[in-house]
């Protein structure tokens, strides 16, 4: 075997984990200002991390794409936003839910009586 060459013995990729993150991009922002609203744990789910994943490559390859793709992204990432607000907890009190819930609590009552 022979002796390794200079080429050999060069790093041949950077140490990913080394890298700092970039700045986010507009649409990446604007994604992570809309999961402020939610939980840390939805925060650092799937569905949040696919929206986040999905604005990053919009900002950095948008005019790249054709505008049938930009399309297909932003609508994925409003459905993203969309079914991570549908699954979190409500806060509020006297909001719909809350009214429906007791709405059913009464007939429940009034079935009993």
């Given at each position: 075997m022979s002796e390794p060459t200079e080429l050999d013995l060069l790093d041949p990729a950077p140490?990913?984990?080394?890298?700092?993150d970039p700045e986010p991009g507009d649409i990446e922002a604007g994604v992570l200002l809309d999961?402020?609203?939610?939980?840390?744990k939805m925060r650092e789910g799937a569905i949040a991390r696919t929206?986040?994943?999905l604005a990053r490559q919009l900002d950095t390859s948008a005019e790249a794409m054709s505008p049938r793709d930009v399309a297909a992204y932003v609508q994925r990432i409003g459905v993203a936003v969309t079914?991570?607000?549908?699954?979190?907890?409500?806060?509020a009190k006297g909001?719909?839910?809350d009214a429906g819930r007791e709405a059913r609590e009464t007939r429940m009552l009034r079935a009993v009586e």
């Open positions: 140490d990913p984990e080394a890298a700092p999961l402020e609203a939610f939980p840390e929206a986040l994943l079914q991570l607000r549908e699954m979190s907890p409500g806060e909001d719909a839910t």
